[in-house]
């Protein structure tokens, strides 16, 4: 249940990434919609962590595993959302960054 709960609260990382992005490239009512957003999700995200955290997952682990989650996601909705260039590179790289996020699942202590 804690793992879903930093699932749930990357994907709301990766919500709030997302809405400063549109935020810096609007204006008017959509620039509030977007900080609106941004605020919904950041704190739908902390939450998450909080939850997971309170529940037993270790601080140190629970928050790699959120933040790396976010940054995982962050990257997807990027090359698919807002069409951004992918490399080899990059994709080596967030493949590290998802290994690691299981690794550190496998190895901490229930």
């Known amino acids: 249940m804690n793992w879903l709960l ?7 990382e990766a919500c709030f990434a997302f809405s400063l992005t549109k935020m810096s490239d609007s204006s008017g009512k959509m620039f509030f ?3 609106l957003s941004f605020i919904v ?7 998450m962590l909080y939850k997971a955290i309170d529940n037993g997952i270790s601080m140190g682990v629970g928050y790699a595993v959120w ?3 976010g940054a995982t996601f962050t990257v997807l ?9 992918v490399s080899f590179l990059k994709l080596l ?3 590290t960054l998802v290994a690691s996020i299981v690794g550190l699942n496998l190895v901490t202590h229930k």
């Open 6 to 12: 930093l699932l749930i609260g990357g994907l709301f």
């Open 33 to 35: 919609f977007w900080l």
């Open 41 to 47: 999700s950041v704190s739908i995200s902390m939450f």
């Open 67 to 69: 933040s790396g989650l």
């Open 77 to 85: 909705a990027g090359i698919f959302i807002l069409k951004e260039p």
């Open 93 to 95: 790289f967030l493949i």
